[in-house]
């Protein structure tokens, strides 16, 4: 391993040092607090209460948001077994009724025949996106999208990648972590070579909610979003203008994937010292959101690996699905 990633692989490693730290003055702040009140008080928040203060936390709209334009040009990553890409143009939400199939390019990083022998229902879905006109391209690296040659020199105005993973089985959680930033950031500088110029999206018809701010002064847990009104059954983008693309990246919004510490590697990615590679750009956070699973007629989440014949794994499970939408900053 040559000197950059070791510094890359140190600075990412002080990075989760520095969060869990956070985190637990955090939760030992949150417990003295609760301390505080019961004792003042003399009891214990009622059942009502608590349910108010956590639909209050997590700050989610009634309405779904749906974060594409019907005139998009969209790139998807890491497709699995292309049941996104499908949700698209087969029953999609009706604010994307007009959507043309050709704007959709849908990539796996599985060779065909591998994505077919992981996720058998896939051929057939295949099959239907490129009777539709959708681009179908297997063999696409995440991080290296602009070598592809079906990819190169192409723009987007959404690259979409959700529940990235780097699927590697790392038994430590510090080291699975590690290989996901890493994974990230390569998606990132990759992106970023891809995305549609533009002047920066407006945010101006949007409320900012500041949930927190570390000591640094960064925004880490923001979410933005337009006014709730009973006029549309979903949030949709308020730009009426061409803007510069966008990358969306959804997770579980849950440990340990927030400890991946998306929005800060975006924003503030890790400095090399040495090294040929360029630093990582600079991303703004335009806002995150809820992802509603139920509203992608006929989506399913497919692990990495492709089925598990015996697995009854739990990670992720009592937190919800949230999607980051970023934008480049502009160069100083």
């Known amino acids: 391993m040559g000197k950059a990633g070791k510094n890359l692989k140190n600075a990412l490693l002080s990075q989760q040092f520095r969060l869990k730290a956070k985190q637990k003055l955090s939760h030992a702040a949150q417990v003295a607090e609760q301390k505080s009140s019961r004792n003042s008080k003399g009891h ?10 956590k639909t209050a936390a997590s700050g989610s709209s009634s309405r779904p948001t749906i974060p594409f334009n019907p005139w998009d040009k969209i790139l998807l990553i890491g497709e699995g077994n292309f049941s996104f890409a499908r949700s698209l143009i087969q029953g999609p939400p009706t604010p994307l009724l007009s959507l043309p199939p050709n704007n959709i390019t849908a990539t796996a990083y599985d060779v065909e025949d591998e994505c077919y022998a992981k996720y058998p229902e896939s051929s057939g879905i295949v099959s239907f996106l490129r009777s539709q006109g959708v ?7 995440g991080t290296r999208l602009e070598k592809h040659p079906k990819l190169k020199g192409r723009r987007w105005d959404r690259i979409v990648w959700n529940f990235p993973h780097a699927g590697k089985g790392i038994a430590d959680q ?13 998606f990132l500088r990759s992106a970023a070579k891809m995305l549609q110029p533009g002047p920066s999206p407006s945010t101006l018809a949007f409320k900012k909610n500041k ?19 009973d006029a549309a059954p979903f949030l949709l983008p308020t730009n009426t203008v061409k803007t510069r693309g966008t990358t969306l990246i959804t997770l579980r919004n849950v440990a340990p994937y927030t400890q991946w510490d998306v929005p800060r590697l975006a924003k503030n990615p890790p400095l090399l010292k040495t090294g040929t590679n360029p630093p990582n750009p600079h991303y703004a956070l335009l806002r995150s959101f809820r992802f509603h699973r139920d509203i992608w007629k006929g989506y399913e989440h497919r692990m990495t690996k492709g089925e598990r014949a015996h697995g009854t794994g739990t990670t992720g499970e009592g937190g919800e699905d949230r999607t980051w939408e970023f934008y480049l900053k502009d160069q100083e």
């Open 44 to 53: 214990y928040p009622s059942k009502a209460s608590k349910g108010k203060e």
């Open 135 to 141: 681009q179908v391209i297997f063999g696409v690296d």
């Open 174 to 186: 510090d080291r699975n972590i590690l290989s996901n930033q890493l994974l990230v950031l390569g």
């Open 211 to 229: 949930n927190t701010e570390d000591e640094d002064g960064d925004e880490d847990n923001v979410s933005v979003e337009p006014p709730d009104t």
